[in-house]
């Protein structure tokens, strides 16, 4: 499979410019060029920036030029520290992976369509020249698998809009059911060889996502350690996950988290990657705060192996705060472990 060079380990930089109250205060504090420091200390070759439209446009799609500032500087400061970057949008006019940002209708409007490619083709006019670090990842996390028909062609459009004006950029694409892996199988045939096929992991999600306030019925009280057998998370998916167990019940009930179990769920999207010609690449993975440090190490070194035996480039959510904070301090004691594992 080919790599996808320069971007073999990475942080996402959740909640800056994404997931926020957008306000300049945050704009200008949460993260600052002396994080690019740490991150490239901690070995990354790169960093992924999640982006909202809000950033760069009004309500009426009217472009914010404060908001394309920031994210120059953005970039500006990872080049100075040595670092490629990912610029994710990670919500459009019309579309949110998370519903209670009250986005909708982007998969059924043509006017929502054209204002997605309106705006990547923006982006493409002030970033085309900084194609040798910075990377264009189209959308974050489709949901529902109805919407990959329609999603494969509102892609291919966009990108052959942007390669009128940035042809070198590489450009991540990711498929339904928030980005599984499941999903890379169904990806339109990459456009060129500057395509790089995406997906998330944030399996078993019983054990990344315990105690989860925003996924009812799941309870935030609850909790498992990264030790339960197959059988006790697939039990407690079917409880608290609404049934959804991501292959747990085809596995050895009795049986304990290791690479084995990565190394199976990534299989068929690195054999997609493979007979394609594609890069593969994991935009997402982490373990929420509820569980411990500990447990999370455990977790980190099982999916780093897997990533490692493939060849898989990956950013690990999310460097600070966003229920998963790598650099919250809460993680001194493993950091210097877990950096290892990324």
Not at 135 to 156: C, D, Q, S
Not at 207 to 217: D, I, L, N, R
Not at 308 to 322: D, F, L, P
Request: charged residues 25%.
């Amino acid at each position: 499979m080919r790599i996808f060079a320069g971007y073999q380990k990475g942080v996402d930089l959740g909640g800056w410019f994404s997931q926020c109250d957008y306000s300049e205060e945050r704009y200008d504090t949460f993260i600052t060029e002396a994080d690019f420091a740490v991150i490239k200390s901690w070995g990354c070759d790169h960093v992924r920036l999640p982006v909202d439209y809000d950033l760069l446009e009004d309500k009426y799609g009217t472009p914010r030029e404060k908001g394309y500032e920031h994210l120059e500087k953005a970039v500006g400061w990872a080049g100075k520290n040595g670092l490629n970057m990912i610029l994710d949008l990670h919500k459009t006019a019309g579309f949110s992976f998370d519903p209670g940002e009250q986005e909708a209708g982007f998969f059924e409007n043509e006017k929502y369509q054209e204002r997605f490619c309106a705006l990547w083709e923006r982006i493409a006019r002030r970033f085309a020249k900084d194609a040798d670090m910075l990377a264009f990842e189209l959308l974050n996390e489709v949901t529902e698998k109805a919407y990959g028909p329609v999603w494969n062609r509102i892609a291919l459009d966009c990108i052959r809009r942007i390669r009128a004006i940035a042809p070198k950029t590489k450009i991540l694409i990711g498929g339904y059911w928030h980005n599984s892996a499941v999903a890379v199988k169904d990806l339109p045939l990459p456009y060129d060889e500057n395509v790089v096929y995406n997906f998330h992991c944030y399996e078993p999600l019983i054990f990344t996502h315990q105690g989860a306030y925003w996924m009812p019925p799941m309870e935030t009280s609850f909790r498992i350690p990264v030790t339960a057998t197959y059988g006790e998370m697939a039990a407690a998916s079917r409880r608290y996950l609404n049934g959804s167990q991501a292959g747990l019940e085809a596995l050895p009930a009795d049986g304990h988290l290791s690479s084995a179990f990565f190394e199976a769920f990534f299989a068929e999207a690195v054999s997609v990657a493979e007979e394609r010609d594609v890069p593969l690449y994991c935009g997402e993975y982490g373990v929420i705060d509820k569980a411990s440090p500990e447990d999370a190490l455990v977790w980190y070194r099982a999916i780093h192996a897997a990533f490692e035996k493939y060849g898989i480039g990956r950013a690990a959510w999310s460097y600070r705060q966003m229920d998963f904070g790598l650099s919250d301090p809460r993680m001194d004691g493993v950091r210097a472990e877990l950096l290892n594992c990324l």
